[in-house]
């Protein structure tokens, strides 16, 4: 495996030969000088940039980058979930409920192969032993044709269009996934629920990354009283159970509230108690960097705190913060799912993956249609996907690293 060349040998060296350096006031540093310079050296030297370094490390990782589509697949079937879907996914259909999928084929039944696949319709019958299965009817083929015209819908929330990736001919179904009690089609509510899953996770994470880099780096700059003081804040906040905990703040919002003010409340729940851990990594790194020479530099030249902390430290941070970010993100889709399959999250007419699990829980619902818990495959895959791209990320932040 090709490894990239370490350059911190060679900027010790660089730095061992460099002696003490002169801050602006003209006193001499007795510090060791920063790593960060010599290694920009080499790379310049090199004719490749930071980002070039990481970008480089983190292709060669194959599982990352299949993380990555992953998750951008799951974003632009979010976006677009009325497009992907055939049906409208919020109007009822009784006589289609608990339909199960639709079987999708490419040989007749005389084994026939047809290019364009295609579709029989179904009905159900009932066996002797008292349960009922699906027959296809098989006189007439029902072929699946790409880019049709199916209920309007405003994308982006502007432009009305009838555009659908797919639909059956004539007055066959396709439902890829089966349907749900009420006739749904659970293909296009899966990726219509991603929205709220989705945004909600990034939503959530954001605000949990904005107040944990900040605690961070203010605690880790000032450190003393300040730092002792805040990191038992830290620890006092960490002590707390979180399942426990979100699931009594979710209890009590009220049902009379609207869809906009649930998904803003149920978001800053989630980052509640997930900024400590971020809080203290933050902290322990800027704690190594404020006493190094471009801090020092910074201090001379008569730079105030704020802009030493989020100019100067802070940034050095970031390849750390996104890593959290990715990692962050999935262990809020689960907490939003369990919740919502409990009851006590999201709730009608909002939409997400862990509410459409609630029709999963009885045992007698799941035997005779285990369709039902399709959107579990959505959880399993965002979940996956981003600790696959998080992983990924985290190796390349230290493009110097062999691996």
Do not use: C
């Amino acid at each position: 495996m090709e490894t990239v060349e370490d350059p911190r040998r060679e900027a010790s060296a660089e730095v061992s030969a460099g002696g003490a350096q002169t801050l602006p006031s003209g006193r001499a540093s007795t510090r060791p000088p920063d790593l960060n310079l010599a290694l920009l050296r080499h790379a310049a030297r090199t004719h490749e940039s930071y980002g070039e370094l990481v970008w480089r490390k983190f292709s060669k990782s194959q599982i990352a980058i299949i993380g990555g589509l992953v998750v951008v697949v799951l974003i632009i079937m979010a976006i677009f979930s009325d497009f992907f879907s055939p049906y409208d996914p919020i109007k009822l259909n009784m006589s289609e409920a608990y339909t199960a999928p639709t079987a999708i084929h490419f040989f007749d039944e005389t084994g026939a192969f047809h290019f364009q696949p295609f579709v029989y319709k179904r009905y159900q019958k009932l066996n002797p032993n008292m349960t009922s299965e699906w027959v296809e009817d098989t006189s007439v083929r029902y072929p699946i044709n790409f880019f049709v015209e199916g209920f309007e819908y405003k994308l982006f929330g502007l432009v009305k269009t009838n555009l659908h990736l797919y639909g059956a001919a004539g007055d066959a179904k396709v439902y890829i996934l089966g349907a749900d009690r009420f006739g749904r089609d659970i293909f296009g509510r899966s990726a219509m629920a991603g929205r709220i899953s989705l945004s909600m996770a990034i939503f959530g994470t954001l605000i949990s990354v904005i107040v944990g880099a900040a605690v961070g780096v203010f605690s880790g700059y000032y450190g003393g009283s300040i730092d002792n003081w805040t990191q038992r804040f830290v620890e006092f906040m960490q002590s707390f159970p979180q399942l426990p905990l979100w699931m009594a703040l979710a209890a009590v919002i009220p049902i009379t509230w609207n869809q906009t003010a649930v998904f803003v409340v149920m978001s800053a729940i989630f980052a509640l108690l997930s900024w400590t851990l971020l809080a203290r990594e933050v902290r322990g790194k800027v704690l190594a960097m404020r006493e190094t020479d471009f801090v020092l530099a910074a201090k001379e030249m008569g730079a105030s705190d704020a802009r030493i902390m989020f100019q100067h430290l802070l940034p050095n941070t970031f390849s750390h913060i996104i890593v959290v970010l990715t990692l962050t993100i999935p262990s809020i889709i689960l907490a939003e799912s369990f919740l919502s399959f409990l009851g006590i999250g999201i709730q009608e007419p909002l939409n997400s993956w862990g509410l459409m699990m609630r029709d999963a829980q009885t045992l007698q619902t799941l035997g005779f249609n285990p369709w039902i818990a399709s959107s579990v495959f959505f959880i399993i895959a965002a979940v996956l996907g981003f600790n696959f791209l998080g992983d990924g990320l985290r190796d390349a932040a230290d493009p110097y690293a062999n691996s």
